[in-house]
């Protein structure tokens, strides 16, 4: 709101200073600012309010040290981060970016969902929560909405790297780098695509078009469909798996902190012509206006981390763990990097991969030998170095580690090409 009203100043009565606003940068310094500040100002009292309402977290003995201390604490915190991201957003953000639109559709559409589970477990005293199917629905159904607007929105669109320009017409474009000279890029003209960038492979993109081996509108129909099968696939499966790294304090807010900060710079990369000239990536017009999102999303995590860090004040609870997740998932399909995911979500994917072995190894040994039998002393991994005698601390602080390097692995991608 802030940024169209400075606009609307510069552009109409050229207001000194109002003129900053039309800076990526600066709006994206102010966001994480303000959602720093909101976290941990405001925080407390969310938390305060937490403990009034008697929302504390239910915790069963499982036998882990330090388990049966944070019983009582108060969870539902995603409160915080989802207040510390949606205001800045609102205030300094372009609202007319379709980008932008998605993301806060997805946070707010994810932060429902998981509040409506934390509901169930604190006021109607089921601990299952929400019934799974229905948490399924609620992400296949945002995957469905972002795919889906990804395909029908004109704004919605993507150039091909400049090294494979030679099969296509190509567009004159003259910017200013940052040494503000005057500098011609020949470009491919924006079009509508199902491309991906594929990572460590220079000069490829996957086009999921190309998977589809049928000719004319039905095979780009099939192609749009296809995609959004991949961006639903994509946004449950990092949903969860954020869901389930959030098990010990500090753990999901840091992990998710350093992959909002990779996101937050391939955003901006892509958005540039200059920049996505150089590094031969695909130029996504419109998309650096993310970098104010994504600078608002680690400021929520950090301010947010300021309660959650061992000993936790507060959990995040499925209200934050669903949201976090699912904002990162659709936030690499917006910028079309989805096939590093792998790399750098590795940690909820390692989180969730041992999930589905336990669960998978004990029910196939139960069946054939009518006794379950278990690979890790429990599940998910965090939990099984808990069992094996490590300190919680340690545990968070060397998955933090891991995820530093899977973060860093990931922007060498954009040389290792």
Same mark, same amino acid.
């Given at each position: 709101m802030i940024y169209h009203i400075a606009e609307y100043l510069d552009r109409t009565i050229d207001l000194p200073g109002a003129g900053m606003f039309n800076y990526i940068s600066f709006r994206s310094a102010l966001a994480i600012v303000v959602s720093l500040l909101i976290g941990m100002v405001f925080g407390k009292y969310i938390i305060r309010l937490l403990q009034r309402r008697q929302i504390g977290e239910e915790v069963r003995n499982l036998g882990l040290e330090g388990q049966l201390q944070k019983r009582g604490t108060p969870t539902m915190g995603g409160l915080i981060i989802l207040a510390a991201i949606l205001v800045p957003v609102l205030l300094f953000a372009d609202l007319t970016n379709i980008y932008v639109q998605l993301m806060l559709a997805t946070t707010v559409w994810l932060g429902l969902l998981g509040f409506l589970d934390d509901y169930i477990k604190v006021f109607r005293k089921r601990k299952e929560g929400l019934n799974g199917r229905f948490k399924i629905l609620g992400q296949v159904s945002l995957g469905i909405i972002v795919g889906t607007t990804m395909w029908i929105s004109p704004q919605i669109v993507s150039r091909e790297p400049a090294a494979v320009r030679q099969q296509n017409e190509v567009e004159r474009v003259v910017a200013n780098d940052l040494g503000n000279r005057r500098t011609v890029l020949y470009l491919t003209p924006p079009e509508k695509s199902t491309d991906t960038t594929v990572p460590f492979f220079k000069n490829r993109t996957l086009d999921y078009r190309n998977l589809i081996p049928i000719e004319g509108k039905w095979g780009d129909t099939l192609g749009w469909l *296809?995609? +959004? =099968? &991949? #961006? $639903?696939? &994509? +946004? $449950? *499966? &990092?949903?969860?798996?954020?869901?389930? $790294? %959030?098990? *010990? %304090?500090? =753990? #999901?807010?840091?992990v998710s902190a350093a992959i909002g900060v990779v996101l937050g710079i391939l955003a901006y990369l892509s958005g540039n012509v200059i920049y996505s000239e150089y590094l031969s990536i695909m130029n996504i017009p419109g998309s650096g206006e993310l970098l104010v999102f994504a600078a608002a999303f680690v400021g929520a995590l950090l301010g947010f981390l300021w309660y959650n860090s061992f000993p936790a004040q507060v959990f995040m609870g499925d209200t934050g763990s669903l949201a976090v997740g699912g904002i990162i998932a659709v936030f690499a399909l917006l910028i079309r990097k989805e096939l590093l995911l792998p790399i750098l979500c590795g940690v909820f994917i390692v989180e969730s991969c041992s999930v589905i072995i336990q669960v998978f190894w004990f029910k196939y040994t139960k069946h054939r030998y009518g006794e379950g039998r278990r690979v890790f002393l429990m599940a998910p991994l965090h939990h099984h170095y808990q069992k094996k005698g490590y300190f919680e601390v340690k545990i968070v602080t060397r998955f933090w580690i891991v995820q530093l390097l899977l973060a860093a692995i990931t922007l060498m991608t954009l040389k290792i090409r």
């Open positions: *296809l995609y +959004i =099968l &991949v #961006a $639903t696939f &994509v +946004i $449950t *499966l &990092v949903s969860n798996g954020a869901n389930l $790294t %959030d098990g *010990l %304090d500090g =753990l #999901a807010a840091g």
